[in-house]
Each structure stands twice: as C-alpha cells, then as structure tokens.
C-alpha cells in the first residue's frame, strides 16, 4: 500500500453544523481525541477533501472543532465484522480454557457498528438480565485494499489502520448457546474509535499497549504482544479462501480482567462508563451504558 497522506483520522460532526459529517485530521498531533471531547474541550481539526478513511483526499486548508465523534467507518463500510476469540494467553488462563490452535472467529453483523461517546451504548433490558452485560476491549484492525490468501509476511501490508473497540457481551445469551455471534451482536454494541492510526505511525502493532476502565477503575491492562495470534496471523487466516474487502474490521480479542472474571462480578450497568485506552497514537473510546426497555 502506498504511503499515506495522513497519520490520524477523526470522522465527525463539527460544531458550526451538526447534521454535517466530515473527516480531517487533529491540529495536534499529540492530543487524546477521546479524553479531549470526553471532558468538554475544543478539538481542532484540519478537514480533508474525503469523506470517507478509505478515501480521504487531501487537507483542504479549512479547520473545523469537533461537535460530535464518529466511528471512523460507517455501517456500509465495514461490512460483516469479524472478530477473534479468545485471543490473549492471559485471558485463556482467565477463562480456564485451553489456548486454542487456529483462531477462534465469530462475526458480527454490520449494525452492531456504533460511534464513541457521546452516543450512548444501549443494552436491551427485555432479552438480557439485569446483570450480564460486559465489556471487551479490543484493538481494532481496519482493512485498506483486498485482500485473499495473503501469506503472513505480506498480511500488514493490507492493513489501513488501527483504532480501539469495545466488544460488549451479553454472558447470558452468550452461555446459553455455541455461537457467540447473537448474544455480541445486538444492534449498536460496537463503538469503535475514537481515531483512526495509520500504519505508518504503527508500523508493529505489537508494540501497542492496551487498558480498560470501567468508572475510572482500571480492570484490564496488557501489552498486544500477549495475543495469541498476532495481527499478521489474524489477517492471513481470515483471508484463506475468502474475500476482505476495503473497510473490513478485525476485533483481534480481548486481554484478561473481564468482568465476569472478577468476584464479585464487574458486570457494566444502567449510566456506567467504559474507556478502552490504545497507546500510543489512538487514543481512548468511551462509552456509555443505558438500559433500554420494550416498554
């Protein structure tokens, strides 16, 4: 893939029209674009000509302030998303589950896609307990190009960028089934964001560092050199003998210190609030949980 204009991508809703979306990257170049909109500030943004991270144009020169965080792709974009279980060797000590020998995928459906705080993150009280709903912080891989049987020396390649994501779980509905895909797949219950980092400010993801904080409380905390199967391994082998078109996303797994690991239980609940935190470069996605009831 050819050098990239850009090393971040926001796309939002700015302040001076919130009915228009935009993509551009932050003026600086250091600032956590999560934190900053989470506590209120200003985010300055150089606008670029694109609406689209797989198509982002040019800066235009305009600046605009963020009104409003965007995922980075929208639902038409990512498609079928897909996603790796049991990924890290302290998680699978954590779950007391051998470590498996070939990635674990299940997928989700694109609709499950959802944008960081302020959105908040629903949990649908009729079809889950009161008790149930967890968390999963995850490094997110966006694929830029197409992509089939890639070997792993050529998989990074094929990669557009990096951003974080939640993966929340519904345990009950997970447990009462095989399959994962419906009981992590409900309508809106995967934030991404909250920038999109080019490959050429990561060029080895194995050096990023990834935290989970439920109401400021750090209950995750792991290097990605821990996963399992990297990333190069990851893309390879969803590739075999399959299309991954532009826009495709790979959660790559979760570390250890999910709330159903703790005792007593760090299940999320009706107001409570999550940040997955990837450093360096990406920053930290916030979202908010809120009970939603059929009646």
């Not at 995967?190 to 990834?210: E, F, Q, R, Y």
Request: aromatic share 8%; net charge negative.
């Amino acid at each position: 893939m050819s050098t990239s204009t850009w090393d971040r991508l926001v796309r939002f809703n700015p302040k001076s029209s919130s009915s228009t979306v935009l993509l551009g990257q932050p003026v600086d170049a250091n600032i956590d674009v999560g934190v900053a909109t989470k506590e209120g500030k200003d985010v300055e943004v150089n606008v670029f000509s694109g609406k689209s991270v797989l198509s982002p144009g040019e800066a235009t020169g305009k600046k605009e302030t963020i009104g409003k965080l965007l995922s980075p792709l929208t639902k038409e974009e990512v498609g079928s998303i897909r996603c790796i279980g049991l990924n890290y060797h302290q998680h699978a000590q954590e779950a007391k589950m051998a470590v498996p020998k070939v990635p674990v995928l299940f997928m989700k459906p694109a609709t499950a896609l959802a944008n960081p705080h302020p959105s908040p993150t629903p949990v649908p009280r009729f079809h889950v307990s009161d008790d149930c709903c967890d968390y999963e912080s995850e490094l997110c891989v966006v694929i830029g190009k197409t992509c089939k049987d890639v070997s792993e020396a050529d998989a990074l390649s094929y990669v557009l960028g990096y951003t974080a994501s939640n993966d929340i779980s519904h345990r009950d509905t997970q447990f009462e089934q095989s399959q994962w895909g419906f009981s992590k797949g409900f309508d809106d219950s995967c934030p991404i964001g909250p920038t999109l980092v080019s490959t050429k400010l990561i060029p080895d993801p194995a050096k990023l560092h990834i935290k989970g904080f439920k109401n400021g409380k750090k209950l995750q905390d792991c290097g990605i050199e821990d996963l399992i199967f990297n990333v190069a391994k990851c893309v390879s082998f969803l590739s075999r003998a399959t299309t991954l078109e532009p826009g495709t996303i790979i959660l790559t797994g979760t570390p250890a210190g999910v709330g159903f690991g703790y005792d007593p239980k760090e299940y999320l609940r009706d107001g409570d609030e999550f940040a997955v935190e990837v450093s360096p470069h990406v920053g930290t996605l916030y979202n908010v949980i809120k009970d939603v009831k059929l009646y």
